[in-house]
């Protein structure tokens, strides 16, 4: 992607279900499961747009810092649960998490990647799959935010599941 990394170390990362859609790098819409979701990269990070829910992980000024471990919401018809975790890694080991990251991508047609300038395992990534169970009843999203320069990664699984 032809764009600064402006979120460089996970530490930075903001979490929210309640902003407006931000500046994109890349957008990519999809239905999966039967329901329309956008997936969208931004100069810090993601959001994902699905049913009801606007999730953003982003490096955000002036916001508070940090991801939750779990969050639950619930919404009109709708439980939204996300969690995040966040990994140290040895060089080897970042190399070879952020090659299996790039083969999920490449292996899920619902998905979307952006690797910026600087180095190749820079990424946000973010695959999208129905949820187990009928069609229209949920979703299920995985995004990874990779900081080479600190062996870093971020990950996130969110599932939206129809009540």
Known sequence: MDAPYLDTDADQ???SLD???RPA???RAVTVGGLDVRLRLLGASHQVFAGP???????????????PATHTRHLPG???DFAARTRQLVPEEFSAQVARILGRVAATEDSLCGIFPG??????AVVVEAADGPPGRGL?????HTYPQNGQIVSTHTRLEAR
């Open 119 to 124: 180095s190749p395992e820079a990424l946000t």
């Open 140 to 144: 299920v999203w995985r995004t990874w």
């Open 19 to 21: 902003l407006a859609e």
């Open 13 to 15: 990362l903001c979490f």
């Open 78 to 80: 709708w439980t939204y």
């Open 53 to 67: 829910v606007r999730e953003t992980v982003a490096c955000l000024l002036g916001s508070v810092k940090g991801l």
């Open 25 to 27: 790098l890349a957008e």
